[in-house]
């Protein structure tokens, strides 16, 4: 059973994600990353980057207020550094920085605790089948016309192991719709 809405949701607001803001291959130890991400409702937000060995900082521009914050970096294991933003408020190193709608700075998700959730936490079964097959359509469609696609084809570049993986959970979400129709379909029967 889906939770009552009384709070707020980490996506209604700007969220920052790291892999987002430093490009791939961008992430070397002296490097230095400006960005300005617009969003849907106007705001911008100024992102500038400084990398140093195994360690950076982020430093944020928006609505005319500043919030600094550290990064660290941790070794993969083929090569390169896996980047994180050390959350102010918790100290845990995060990759996405979340501020819901009224909130006044960022924050990782576990900061923000028990006065926000994810949206698909408000979500019934039904709600999150349809969310999950709204976005596999997006993530598939491409150029494509999205009226005349139930599932749209594999997009050219894209493996077909990958391909195969979001029709999975396509089929998925469209199998839960199906068994969910056919459970209420029982409950009006039983009512006859």
Not at 1 to 25: C, F, V, W
Not at 30 to 47: D, H, N, W
Not at 102 to 121: K, L, N
Request: glycine share 8%; with cysteine.
């Amino acid at each position: 059973m889906p939770r009552d809405r009384q709070r707020l949701t980490l996506e209604s607001g700007p969220n920052l994600d790291l892999a987002r803001l430093i490009p791939s291959g961008a992430g070397k130890p002296g490097s230095r990353i400006q960005c300005v991400l617009t969003y849907g409702s106007g705001e911008t937000i100024t992102a500038a980057l400084r990398l140093s060995d195994y360690g950076g900082l982020l430093e944020l521009s928006f609505q005319e207020q500043r919030q600094t914050f550290s990064l660290v970096s941790e070794p993969r294991h083929f090569g390169g550094l896996q980047w994180y933003v050390v959350c102010s408020r918790t100290g845990r190193p995060v990759r996405v920085l979340y501020r819901p709608l009224g909130a006044t700075y960022f924050a990782s998700r576990y900061a923000w605790g028990r006065r926000a959730a994810y949206a698909s936490q408000f979500l019934d079964p039904i709600g999150r089948s349809w969310r999950t097959k709204a976005k596999v359509k997006a993530a598939l469609l491409g150029d494509e016309d999205p009226d005349e696609w139930d599932l749209p084809p594999k997009p050219k570049g894209m493996r077909w192991a990958t391909y195969e993986r979001w029709v999975a959970k396509y089929d998925a979400a469209e199998d839960l719709l199906d068994a969910q129709l056919v459970m209420a379909a029982a409950r009006l029967m039983k009512q006859l």
